[in-house]
Nanobody
Framework: QVQLVESGGGLVQAGGSLRLSCAAS????????MAWFRQVSGEEREFVAR????????YYADSVKGRFTISRDNAKNTVDLQMNSLKPEDTAVYYC???????????????????WGQGSQVTVSS
């Protein structure tokens, strides 16, 4: 089992940047596919980005491609989300997620992930 704790959220003006970090407990962090999702109150949770176990491959939602970068450090048990050129529509609670599965799924759906952090609020003002 792994516990995930996000940090780094906050308030930023449109066009600005924020970096979210997710710290994972346990000794098997490198065995998990990691992802970031976000959710606006009253709406469904939305996939943002994911990264493979080695960190060699990343995948992004079209809405954030070219602006956000996901990365991981398996030695430090962390996964980060660098968010640049932020827009008001990026405002949401951002969640870190971990999947222990090994099937060849897309890993863009919430049900594909086993563990979740508590969430970190990101607010982008116009």
């Amino acid at each position: 089992q792994v516990q995930l704790v996000e940090s780094g959220g906050g308030l930023v003006q449109a066009g600005g940047s924020l970096r979210l970090s997710c710290a994972a407990s346990g000794r098997t962090f490198s065995s998990y596919i990691m992802a970031w999702f976000r959710q606006v109150s009253g709406e469904e949770r939305e996939f943002v980005a994911r990264i493979t176990r080695s960190g060699g491959t990343t995948y992004y939602a079209d809405s954030v491609k070219g602006r956000f970068t996901i990365s991981r450090d398996n030695a430090k048990n962390t996964v980060d989300l660098q968010m640049n050129s932020l827009k008001p529509e990026d405002t949401a609670v951002y969640y870190c997620a971990a999947s222990k599965s090994f099937y060849s799924g897309p890993y863009v759906y919430g049900h594909e992930y086993d563990y979740w952090g508590q969430g970190s609020q990101v607010t982008v003002s116009s």
